[in-house]
């Protein structure tokens, strides 16, 4: 999403991925790779001078609140081992391939809150990146949708969402037929938090690690 946005330098170290100038929106500017990551190497290689910097904490074990950042939130990391859900009626999916259909489920995903621009018409390009639209059979409206990122023998999915029902956890059938289909060996991961996490468990993930969104608001 960060090269898609034209953010380069930075990159992966030894200890976390960092990026040095402020990336997209809901997107953090530094993720750990490893337990026990040194906190001011981790600033150091970020902006902490222009406003909303964040860190992925994916071991919930920084302490960053000397360098002015505060605790976002807590989430757990989820997996789903490889294998068909149940079936899914009601929705077709489709893979976004065009930065007009991109367009209408980045719409449908914001929901009017003013982010639709977040998804660049590069991300159609990506050759891991998999945009999936869920549509009624008898219209052309995307109701649901998420994203799923190829990588490392594992599917990530981001960006779960279902218009037309609200309930926490509705748009998982959807997803997950759809990643099931395009990628049958592979399990699903992602985190959650909230009244979310509870939704991902009924449809099969389980937790294997905490971790936690650092947001910086010292001037």
């Given at each position: ?5 034209g ?17 997209p ?7 750990t790779?490893?337990?026990g990551a040194?906190?001011a190497?981790?600033?150091a290689r ?16 920084l302490e960053?609140?000397?360098?002015g950042?505060?605790?976002l ?11 068909a859900p ?5 929705l ?7 930065p ?14 003013g ?12 050759p891991d ?17 998420a994203?799923?990122?190829?990588a ?14 609200p309930?926490p ?9 759809a ?18 996490l ?16 650092w ?5």
């Amino acid at each position: 999403m960060s090269a898609a946005h034209g953010v380069t330098g930075g990159g992966f170290g030894p200890q976390s991925w960092a990026a040095p100038t402020r990336t997209p929106p809901y997107y953090p500017d530094a993720v750990t790779l490893t337990p026990g990551a040194d906190p001011a190497a981790l600033v150091a290689r970020i902006d902490t001078a222009t406003p909303g910097a964040s860190v992925k904490d994916s071991f919930a074990d920084l302490e960053l609140t000397g360098a002015g950042f505060r605790v976002l939130f807590e989430a757990a990391w989820i997996h789903r081992p490889a294998g068909a859900p149940p079936s899914a009626p009601g929705l077709g999916w489709e893979v976004v391939r065009d930065p007009d259909a991109l367009r209408a489920w980045a719409l449908a995903w914001d929901d009017g809150d003013g982010d639709a621009g977040l998804f660049p018409p590069a991300l159609c390009g990506d050759p891991d990146t998999f945009v999936l639209a869920g549509r009624h059979p008898d219209s052309d409206r995307v109701v649901s949708g998420a994203v799923a990122s190829r990588a490392a023998g594992v599917i990530g999915v981001s960006n779960v969402f279902r218009r037309d029902d609200p309930a926490p956890g509705s748009a998982w059938p959807f997803v997950l037929e759809a990643v099931h289909h395009l990628f049958p060996g592979l399990p699903v991961v992602g985190y959650e938090h909230g009244e979310d996490l509870p939704a991902a468990l009924a449809h099969g993930f389980e937790t294997v690690g905490p971790l936690r969104i650092w947001l910086h608001e010292r001037d």
